[in-house]
T-cell receptor, first 112, second 114 residues
Framework: AQTVTQSQPEMSVQEAETVTLSCTYDTSESNYYLFWYKQPPSRQMILVIRQEAYKQQNATENRFSVNFQKAAKSFSLKISDSQLGDTAMYFCAFMKHLPRVFGKGTKLTVNP | DSGVTQTPKHLITATGQRVTLRCSPRSGDLSVYWYQQSLDQGLQFLIQYYNGEERAKGNILERFSAQQFPDLHSELNLSSLELGDSALYFC?????????????FGPGTRLTVT
């Protein structure tokens, strides 16, 4: 069974700085999808970014980018120019077939 | 706003009781997923329905059941509630059930069992 590990339960960063959240996963599959979700205090789960494993190019969405290392089974999220609104829980998720497997999350606090 | 609605937002009930959580998917989405998020835990997949039929099952307890109706809304029934069932329950929907399609999450129902 696939597992997703987020080794940083909590992180903090100063506004305007860059922070990287770690995620590792375990799978024997070669084609799959990886996701980062944001859950702000409102509790809404919001998709931040998605990566297809067959694509070598790292996905980017504005200030959010990933470092996808397939051989190392690593999928980290980099947030540039951190903003107060980035304060949230961040979940990494893996999907080949159902179900989508989520990590336990990293609580990110952006300080003014 | 994802377009997925869940009711109620909050629910407080006693042990041993039964509750029903309701989810309306985004317009046009045929697939509905239920997840449980306990304190300090990630999301645990419970069950998926596609166009009225059960498509996948996760670690859903036998005390829990779900269904998807012809109008595509879904209900999650939780019975013989225990303190440990206190959690945030999310519904998500997608156009199809296959891998590439994104899931859109509702705002969740917070269940507190006392």
């Amino acid at each position: 069974a696939q597992t997703v590990t987020q080794s940083q339960p909590e992180m903090s960063v100063q506004e305007a700085e860059t922070v990287t959240l770690s995620c590792t996963y375990d799978t024997s599959e070669s084609n799959y999808y990886l996701f980062w979700y944001k859950q702000p205090p409102s509790r809404q789960m919001i998709l931040v970014i998605r990566q297809e494993a067959y694509k070598q190019q790292n996905a980017t969405e504005n200030r959010f980018s990933v470092n996808f290392q397939k051989a190392a089974k690593s999928f980290s999220l980099k947030i540039s120019d951190s903003q107060l609104g980035d304060t949230a829980m961040y979940f990494c998720a893996f999907m080949k077939h159902l179900p989508r497997v989520f990590g336990k999350g990293t609580k990110l606090t952006v300080n003014p | 706003d994802s377009g997925v609605t869940q009711t109620p937002k909050h629910l407080i009930t006693a042990t041993g009781q039964r509750v029903t959580l309701r989810c309306s998917p985004r317009s046009g989405d045929l697939s509905v997923y239920w997840y449980q998020q306990s304190l300090d835990q990630g999301l645990q997949f419970l069950i998926q329905y596609y166009n009225g039929e059960e498509r996948a099952k996760g670690n859903i307890l036998e005390r829990f059941s779900a269904q998807q109706f012809p109008d595509l809304h879904s209900e999650l029934n939780l019975s013989s509630l225990e303190l440990g069932d206190s959690a945030l329950y999310f519904c998500a929907s997608s156009v199809q059930s296959t891998t590439p399609y994104e899931q859109y999450f509702g705002p969740g129902t917070r269940l507190t069992v006392t």
